[in-house]
């Protein structure tokens, strides 16, 4: 049930609007955090049926994106709010569902995202579908289109050529200073094993021996934003033992969306005996990558990354960790880089998780509005940290003919580590062949 303790304390203040994507597109108050705290208050106090279609769309339209928490001078928990809204909706429609969409929602949110080896399994048949032609026949024969599937199939990610799978590699660096676990991601091992990879070869730059369990999992969000607890609360455990078997000092994320749910794990099993100090533990030892890497200070053995960059907040990165300055100022260590910020870093591009699927009328108006921002820098590269920021941005870029890459802000260091290496190699070469004549 909805804490009275927690709601309670919005004093109305309205400091939270500016900072609400909802709210800034449509300037009405239910689509704001005030507005829509007092919808909760009113279902709370049974004044509204939980299941009143305004209730509903309301819960439904929230990013989830937390900023309004990161302003909020009263301290409201907007997240825990809006994410037990969303499994007490979840619990009263089950019986409603009819069996194909029951079994919908289990087979995506229990199968798929419990089990990493069926994600790739799924991933293989989309990577077959992209590389081999039939994606091209299939967008041309209208079908998409016919199915109102068009929109949905082009957010879809480029599958990687290979996956980053965990299977318990221990990752060696000569004289480390820390042993670290890096989780390996759903969408993150599939999609952006790029990524994964460059966060390793970054993170033994810096001195970091990296493990990586086969016993992580997902981290739950997906699970929790769409309302089942539940299996956010197993997935949860899972990680938390992989952790703890591990021996690792930290655990490293490199996607601020996951990195979020895994240090709200102490909120997330606050009432289970079992679980509760082990989960608060481990949150204490998560850490962002950018973060982990701000705070033990960058080996300053880097190269020139000649370009412009402007840099887009994830959301959960900025309000729901309140980390901002990390990444712009491993940006700003890169010799040869120029960071230019864009209008409303902060304000949520429209991916939010599955929100560009469930809500995509909002998510294309913030999906526009952010690479609108984007382009008017007129930067080379929009730097992020977060893989449902990079597909969202760049597929408004692509819109709009933009010719600017999105990057995770570990590639362009990585870039910068790759460059030192070639610049001193080919400074040994030429003293070697100084030497010889």
């Known amino acids: 049930m909805f804490e009275a303790s927690v709601y309670n304390k919005c004093v109305r203040c309205g400091l939270c609007l500016p900072t609400c994507p909802t709210y800034l597109e449509t300037m009405t108050e239910t689509s704001g955090p005030r507005g829509r705290i007092s919808l909760i208050k009113a279902v709370a106090e049974e004044r509204l049926d939980l299941l009143s279609p305004g209730f509903v769309h309301q819960m439904s339209e929230c990013l989830d994106c937390r900023a309004c928490a990161a302003v909020c001078p009263s301290g409201v928990k907007y997240g825990e709010l809006v994410e037990e809204a969303r499994a007490q909706i979840e619990t009263a429609r089950e019986p409603?569902?009819?069996?194909?969409?029951?079994?919908?929602?289990?087979?995506?949110?229990?199968?798929?995202?419990?089990?990493?080896g069926l994600m790739r399994g799924a991933a293989s048949f989309m990577r077959l579908y992209q590389r081999s032609g039939l994606q091209r026949a299939v967008r041309a024969s209208g079908v998409l289109r016919m199915l109102n599937l068009e929109h949905a199939e082009s957010l879809a990610p480029r599958i990687s050529q290979r996956f980053f799978v965990p299977l318990d590699q221990r990752l060696e660096t000569p004289d480390a200073t820390h042993t670290v676990l890096l989780h390996a991601?759903?969408?993150?091992?599939?999609?952006?094993?790029?990524?994964?990879?460059?966060?390793?070869?970054?993170?033994?730059?810096?001195?970091?021996?990296?493990?990586?369990?086969?016993?992580?999992?997902?981290?739950?969000a997906i699970a929790v934003h769409a309302g089942d607890m539940e299996f956010g609360r197993e997935l949860a455990k899972r990680n938390i033992a992989a952790f703890e078997d591990s021996g690792a000092d930290f655990y490293l994320i490199n996607a601020a969306g996951c990195g979020a749910a895994l240090k709200e794990y102490g909120h997330l099993l606050k009432d289970d005996p079992a679980w509760s100090d082990r989960a608060s533990a481990f949150s204490a030892r998560v850490r962002d990558v950018l973060e982990f890497l701000d705070d033990i200070g960058l080996n300053r053995a880097i190269g020139a990354v000649d370009a412009t960059v402007t840099y887009q907040d994830p959301c959960h990165l900025a309000h729901a960790q309140r980390i901002t300055e990390a990444p712009r100022r491993l940006l700003r260590s890169i010799p040869g880089l120029t960071l230019r910020e864009m209008d409303e870093s902060s304000v949520c591009c429209g991916s939010a998780g599955i929100?560009?699927?469930?809500?995509?009328?909002?998510?294309?108006?913030?999906?526009t509005r952010k690479a609108e921002n984007a382009a008017a820098t007129q930067a080379e590269i929009v730097a992020t940290?977060?893989?449902?920021?990079?597909?969202?941005?760049?597929?408004?870029?692509?819109?709009?003919?933009?010719?600017?890459?999105?990057?995770?802000?570990?590639?362009?260091i990585d870039e910068a580590y790759e460059n030192y290496s070639e610049a001193m190699s080919r400074s040994r070469s030429l003293s070697a062949a100084s030497s010889v004549l």
């Open 385 to 412: 940290a977060n893989p449902g920021c990079a597909m969202q941005v760049a597929a408004y870029l692509k819109e709009r003919e933009s010719p600017m890459r999105v990057m995770h802000v570990i590639e362009l």
């Open 96 to 116: 409603q569902r009819s069996p194909l969409a029951r079994f919908s929602r289990w087979f995506v949110l229990r199968v798929l995202f419990g089990n990493l």
């Open 355 to 367: 929100y560009n699927l469930t809500q995509p009328e909002m998510s294309r108006r913030l999906g």
């Open 185 to 220: 991601g759903c969408v993150m091992h599939v999609a952006f094993a790029h990524v994964n990879e460059a966060t390793v070869r970054v993170l033994q730059k810096n001195g970091c021996t990296v493990l990586l369990p086969s016993a992580q999992g997902c981290c739950g």
